[in-house]
């Protein structure tokens, strides 16, 4: 059952990674369609880090989660 779980997790992350980028070149698109070059990037350059940061968090809390085994009630 773990292992099966472990396994749906990689591609829910994969994509929410693939998403990030995403987005990260989406900004990145615009700014040099418009000209603008890569500086403007540095001002959504938080949101990048907190969004990067939130998905690892979550990634290491549901593998953590799998790894605990669940009590059977022995003693």
């Not at 059952?1 to 472990?6: A, I, L, W």
């Not at 940061?53 to 990634?59: C, E, M, R």
């Not at 593998?63 to 605990?68: A, F, G, V």
């Given at each position: 059952?773990?292992?099966?779980?472990?396994q749906g997790?990689?591609?829910?992350?994969m994509k929410a990674y693939?998403?990030?980028l995403a987005v990260i070149?989406?900004?990145?698109g615009i700014s040099l369609a418009k000209g603008a070059g890569w500086k403007p990037l540095l001002i959504p350059l938080p949101?990048?880090?907190i969004l990067f940061?939130?998905?690892?968090?979550?990634?290491i809390k549901e593998?953590?989660?799998?790894?605990?085994k669940e009590p059977t009630g022995e003693r």
């Open positions: 059952m773990e292992e099966k779980r472990k997790l990689v591609p829910h992350y693939l998403s990030l070149g989406f900004f990145a949101l990048f880090i940061i939130g998905i690892t968090y979550q990634l593998l953590r989660s799998t790894k605990r």
